[in-house]
């Protein structure tokens, strides 16, 4: 099956909810349209024009299969690689930039749509010049913690995400060679 990865435009909201959707109806998770998930219904406010970037995976036919981000930010205060608190919530010390919302449809993956996703936030945050990568990932995604290990990000912590589910969560540090 044939993908293709693009930077994401304000248009590809209404098919990026439903990718995001579709994992958090496979796990059970509970969907806050007006809370956790608003970013998600508009692209362009709360990634593009904010600065951060925002991928997605297109199969052959056009229709958005996957979604990832990068968020950028100042450097997270705290021992460099070491667990700190930034406002209540849990951070890594020292990362300047976070994967965020990497989905892909149950139906595609292992078709390398996550690897490609996650190349594409990578290449961006090193183009960025950005240092270290913070990943929040559920403790249940077990597929994605071996792909971020494949790029050599480690286990630093964990915590419990903020979200209607307080999800378990592990933080995973990756150090960006540039």
Known sequence: MGFRVRVATGNDSASVVEVVRAVYDEFGFTWEAEGYHA????L??????AGHAFFVSESEEGKIVGSAALKVFD??????G??????????IGGTDCSLDRLYVLPSMRRSGIGTALFQAVL???RARERKAMEIWSDKRFVDAHRLYGRFGAKTITDRILDDPDQSPEWGLLLVLDF
Do not use: M, Q, W
């Open 39 to 42: 970013d998600l219904y508009d």
């Open 44 to 49: 362009e406010t709360h990634y593009l024009r």
């Open 75 to 80: 450097p997270i205060v705290g021992p460099f």
């Open 82 to 91: 070491e667990a700190s608190n930034l406002n209540g919530k849990r951070r």
């Open 123 to 125: 290449d961006e945050a």
